[in-house]
């Protein structure tokens, strides 16, 4: 191929292969190794994320091991499956995606298990107009394939099991991910041969044909080793989690967010944050959370799938799912938050206080110790401690409401459906069944009795 035409290829349609048909032996695990989680989402989940930020025309995912349920958890993501039933090696993978891609197309080959791998970093590899692999230094090369360069270009790549002792000393190695044209690569690929040490079809072969073809590989260079690093065990997961969320906190800070330690937070979903936004340590975020101007997480605080308002202060220590502000709002510590509570302006849900399905109208509050569940609350509302919202008969669930203005006094139980009018006051340790009406006082409450002269029983002797 002509310089000329290689030079047009970065205009051809980019098919990415990823390859996810490996076993995992090492990760000893129940779970496929390309769904084990990394920064909250499978493996597989961000190299597809990649794919697609590169535009591909198509991806195709060649998969085995665990088959069902790696295609589940990809159910209704536009891929092309393609199945490897035996794992005969890397090239044999490549080879079985091709007929679905065409000639005029060009192959960007990605791993499943290398999730690491910056947009940054990519570009430069698909910026090669020809064929390109993606190469790292490292003091530790262990089982990866050595890279055999030559002014800069690729002669060869050798795998650790077929090196010679000197070819082992070399410390550039193979990450795996490169870009070929469709068409040559189609070539090399059916000239193969199972002649290693692993009787597999290596993809790394490709790379002595195109030297011998004078057309040698350029080896584009991670920005640092670990960016390129597949996971074959939970401990080199475990790096590479902690690498990636340092490379997302370090992006929100990008934007402003302040974090008390950068290693100390974990970010597990789309977060987006305004201004001033500070997160203690030990604070976990998950799903989709939306933090506004200037709210603050106290430490050891999880928050999913939740919106805060500008303001909102969350203090240590709480269980947040499903939770809107307006903003303003106090929370914790220990406070838990669930699915479905929506709290206006100005609100206040104090130390174990267990919300779900409620909301909360302005500037009320629930400061200690209660359970407001199926509850529909007013503006200006007390909630005493140790109230409950009895919601649940043991078949259905019923819903409580408490109008504006009113005062729960504590120790009080609301038995669903039950409404409470405006400014109503609930006398403490009442057990409400009826509505109670606006205004005034209502509560239920036995006598309290007073035994002159009573005495506590003396102690029985045992011996
Ligand atoms: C391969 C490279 C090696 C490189 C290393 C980087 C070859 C021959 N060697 O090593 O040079 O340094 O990756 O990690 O390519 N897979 C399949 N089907 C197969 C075999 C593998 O889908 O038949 C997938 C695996 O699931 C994995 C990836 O390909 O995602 C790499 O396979 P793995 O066995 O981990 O790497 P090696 O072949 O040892
Ligand atoms: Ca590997």
Redesign the pocket.
Known sequence: MSKAVAGTLTNAPLHVV???????TRMHSARA??LQPLAGKPMLAHVIALAQHAQAARIHV????QAEQVRAAFANTELNWVL?A????????VQLAMPDIPDDARVLVL????PALSMATLQRLLAMPDLAVLVSNTAQPG????MILDAGKVQA?V??KDASAAQLEITT????MLIAPAADLRRWLAKLQPN?Q?K??????IFAFAAAESRPASAVYTSDYTE???A?DAWELAQLERYVQLRLVRELCAKGLRVADPARVELRGQIVCGQDVELDVGVILEGTVHLADGCKIGPYTRIKDSTLGPGTQIASHCDVDGLTTAGDCQIGPFARIRAGTQLAKGCKIGNFVETKKAQLGAHSKASHLSYLGDAVIGQDVNIGAGTITCNYDGVNKFVTEIADGVFVGSNTALVAPVKLAKNTTIGAGSVITKNAPEGGLTLTRSEQKHIAGWKRKPAIKTR
């Open positions: 990823i390859l996810a048909a490996g076993k995992g190794k390309v060649v998969y085995g091991h490897q035996a794992q005969n090696g890397t090239g044999h993978a791993y499943g298990d290398a089982s990866l394939g050595r790549i795998e650790a190695i193979n990450t795996g290693n692993q597999e079809l290596y993809l790394t072969d390129g690093m597949g074959n």
